[in-house]
């Protein structure tokens, strides 16, 4: 309710669209691991952006146009949410997974990712949504997979991970279109 009132539209709706476009990956990733699933695999997709966008419909016109220039300057999100918010956006994520009944392991997986190498990930089910949540990002960049999680976690050949990859590339290319989620 309080995004669709704030007059920051052209800031948000582009966060929105990435965030619903990470669902539709972390959709396919949690496919492909039947321990996690589609539908945890959408939240954790989702959780990449939605801190930053609760952090936008939070703050005033300054930060929000400053967010934006940042944005369009190619700064990492979690510097911005640190920068003008003074908290990083995964945990303002982590705390809305939490909240929304996903429970503490949902939160210390997703913000294991913004420890920087210090996994606060301390469970199996904590290390799934980590799992998860790195390979939607890295994904979605096109960043290389960690061999851990490639061959460990999710036990793909490289032709697997070339074929989600390819996936990956037409949800970039055509967008989310929400008909998916039917």
Known sequence: RRLLQSPFERIWRPLLDDAVTRCKIGFHIGKLYPAFGGGRGMLAGFAGRVGLIIQLASGDGSQAAQALEKLAAGAP??????????????QVSAMLLSGVGCGIDAAFGVV????EGRSLAQNEEQQRWLMAFTLIE????SGPIPKDMQLE??????????????????ILRGGHRLGWIL
């Open 153 to 170: 976690l999710l036990n793909l050949s490289d032709a697997e991970i070339v074929e989600i990859r390819e996936i990956i590339q037409k």
């Open 112 to 115: 294991s990712y913004a420890a």
């Open 138 to 141: 890295q994904l979605r960049n």
């Open 77 to 90: 999100i979690k510097a911005i949410g640190q920068g003008l918010y003074r908290c990083e956006p995964l």
